[in-house]
């Protein structure tokens, strides 16, 4: 399984990006699609994901302001991630994890979010 990450960009505080991500592979398998970001001197946190059923979680952080969606027929998921912060800016990368299985594979470049103040 693959995923790549697209959408990342620069925005001032307040504004809003899109991100998108696409899967390829042994789509089949994939139950969660999930977004992560990793900010400099920080470890990489999970933000929001999606299973294949359509329950979504959202970390404290992002709640009312992020929206994962997710098409499994296309095998995309994306986030639309309003009311930035400059404390949103990291690295995002979309990872997926297996029916039954607990790792996030498929691990992309990423796309850097940067928001200035």
């Known amino acids: 399984v693959q995923l790549q990450a697209s959408g990342g960009g620069l925005v001032q505080a307040g504004g809003s990006l899109r991100l998108s991500c696409a899967a390829s592979?042994?789509?089949?398998?994939?139950?969660?699609m999930g977004w992560h970001r990793q900010a400099p001197g920080n470890q990489r946190e999970l933000v929001a994901s999606s299973s294949r059923a359509g329950i979504s979680f959202y970390d404290d952080s992002v709640k009312g302001r992020f929206t994962i969606s997710r098409d499994n027929a296309r095998n995309t998921v994306s986030l639309q991630m309003n009311s930035l912060k400059p404390e949103d800016t990291a690295v995002y990368y979309c990872a997926a994890r297996r029916f039954g299985r607990e790792e996030w594979i498929g691990w992309g470049q990423g796309t850097q979010v940067t928001v200035s103040s």
């Open positions: 592979g042994n789509v089949f398998s994939i139950n969660i």
